[in-house]
């Protein structure tokens, strides 16, 4: 690994600097997903050691990504110890799904008073591929990561990817619970067909019939995350 400096932002990072960085994302994000998709189940063991082989890294880009990682609350570090990947923890759910329905109803009010046609064309396009994709029943995590950049999207529209990464950052343990369920033809329609109100709302620049298709879109009931528990109860706190 090279120590000379590269010209970014003044040369203030040197290229080793830079090559960590660009690891510890990669590490991070695919730690990140594995976690998410359960192939990293809760109370699994993380080392440092055997990471560092895996991602064919030193150990500093891995040490990087667990402490995002814990940030977002989706590992536990004991120092000089060991990593535990987090337990799905029901009020962190509930706390995203607060935080979602505030800021994504404010995403669409102020895109329904303004949404370039690019914003729609490209919300149009996500809307055709999930309806291919529902009819598959081996494909619900493509599903699931299509409807994700659904909503990216409209926060990209509305200038705001900033804080769509906070949503990100704040809803491993509702995604977790969202990886738990099963295929269901008549749930994957009855998002689509949410994801449809949003954007005829947003064609209609009608920000009352936005902000209600957003909030019926987002609604869960109250005891949502009580058949999960019930069903897979060594996940959960």
Request: charged share 25%; glycine share 2%; aromatic share 6%.
């Amino acid at each position: 690994m090279t120590t000379k400096s590269i010209a970014i932002s003044s040369n203030i990072f040197s290229s080793a600097a830079h090559e960590n960085w660009n690891a510890s994302t990669r590490v991070y994000n695919h730690l990140r997903q594995r976690i998410l998709s359960l192939d990293l189940p809760p109370g699994e063991s993380l080392l440092r050691s055997e990471l560092a082989k895996t991602y064919s890294v030193s150990v500093t880009p891995i040490r990087d990504a667990l402490k995002i990682l814990e940030q977002n609350g989706l590992v536990r570090v004991f120092p000089q110890s060991r990593t535990l990947v987090t337990c799905i923890n029901e009020p962190l759910i509930h706390e995203a799904l607060f935080l979602r329905k505030a800021l994504e109803t404010e995403v669409v009010k102020q895109l329904s008073r303004q949404c370039s046609e690019e914003t729609l064309d490209k919300l149009h396009e996500i809307i055709n591929v999930q309806k291919a994709v529902a009819q598959q029943s081996d494909q619900l995590r493509l599903f699931q990561e299509i409807d994700e950049q659904f909503h990216f999207v409209l926060f990209e529209g509305a200038g705001q990817s900033n804080l769509y990464e906070l949503i990100r950052s704040k809803s491993g343990h509702l995604d977790r619970v969202r990886r738990l369920q099963k295929h269901s033809t008549s749930k994957l329609e009855q998002i689509i067909r949410g994801h449809v109100n949003i954007v005829e709302a947003l064609e209609a620049q009608d920000e009352l019939a936005a902000i209600k298709a957003m909030r019926d879109h987002l609604r869960k009931p109250a005891d949502w995350v009580d058949e999960f528990r019930q069903k897979y109860g060594d996940f959960f706190d």
